[in-house]
């Protein structure tokens, strides 16, 4: 019979092998051109259409929105920024959704649910876009199966160590998701030509120092861990440049508030406050509206700013 951690460890091993060969397709050459719609402001009453995982949907963090399947509530920041600035929101976002789910339907908890793209239209006035994380599957294995091996050997560095054996299959994800939202920015744009398109980052999960028992990685694997959250980061800025949208950099507005921190906007394995884990909690949506109201209530900064 197999052990356990031999049963972890494959499935790891698998999944690795499942991103090489997922993730070997042609580059398709899409451009898109977000810049000309960068100097509108956002006002009462606009429609404002939320596309998005986990990170968007708000798991944990209030009433639910009842969105099939898709852990979406209203205290996510879509909600709270429409609340804010009196917009009418058309929330899409879905825990688990991968880029795929942009332009094809979400099985999600057991629930289909349309592509998110179908909630563009003609008169939508802002768009905003965070996902990739789910893409290959490497933010679950990275918070499931990496501090189940860590648990097992937590002094080493388990997925470090499984991940260096197919040293170009994390690039290929991440340069996938960069090729994924460019063409999402394209498709919203052939749908809504004048929507304001903000991509938002992804926050600070993984802390740059150090190690807590709210995140039980294997002492080696945490440089790692941080360094493929950075690498999605990376992709989606790098998107956002080449669609010539704006990219909200939640990674440098969420600096000193990871899992391990003093003050966490993320919940680690257990959470503390309303929310589940490896998500963000209630300041972390918050943090993103103060950022994005800021940014969408006035003329977007020229791309030679």
Avoid at 102 to 120: F, H, N, R, S, W
């Amino acid at each position: 019979m197999k052990t356990w951690r031999s049963v972890t460890a494959l499935s790891l091993a698998l999944l690795v092998l499942l991103v090489v060969a997922g993730s070997c397709s042609t580059k398709k050459q899409i451009k898109a051109d977000a810049s000309s719609n960068r100097d509108r402001v956002i006002e009462t009453g606009d429609t404002y259409v939320a596309l998005g995982d986990s990170n968007t949907s708000g798991p944990g963090l209030g009433t639910p929105t009842f969105v099939p399947g898709c852990q979406q509530t209203i205290g996510n920041y879509p909600h709270l920024l429409a609340e804010e600035m009196d917009l009418d929101l058309v929330d899409v976002s879905c825990g688990g959704a991968k880029t795929e789910n942009m332009t094809e339907e979400q099985t999600a908890l057991g629930d289909k649910v349309p592509p998110q793209l179908d909630a563009i239209r003609k008169d939508t006035a802002l768009v905003t876009l965070s996902i990739g994380g789910n893409d290959g599957d490497v933010y679950g294995s990275l918070v499931l199966n990496c501090v189940r091996l860590g648990a097992k050997d937590p002094t080493g560095a388990p997925c470090s160590d499984l991940a260096r054996k197919h040293p170009t299959a994390l690039k290929k994800v991440f340069d996938g998701v960069t090729d994924a939202i460019v063409a999402t920015v394209a498709a919203v744009l052939d749908k809504a030509p004048k929507a304001r398109i903000v991509v938002i980052g992804y926050p600070q999960i993984i802390p740059a120092d150090g190690a807590c028992a709210a995140l039980p990685l294997g002492e080696g694997d945490y440089p790692f861990a941080r360094g493929v959250m950075e690498q999605f980061d990376k992709a989606q800025a790098e998107a956002a440049k080449e669609a010539k949208a704006e990219f909200l950099d939640m990674w440098t507005a969420t600096e000193g508030h990871d899992i391990c921190s003093e003050d966490p906007w993320v919940a680690g394995v257990r959470p503390q406050e309303a929310g589940i884990a490896y998500h963000p909690y209630a300041a972390g949506q918050e943090a993103v509206v103060e950022e994005l109201q800021a940014l969408v209530s006035a003329p977007g900064a020229s791309l030679g700013s």
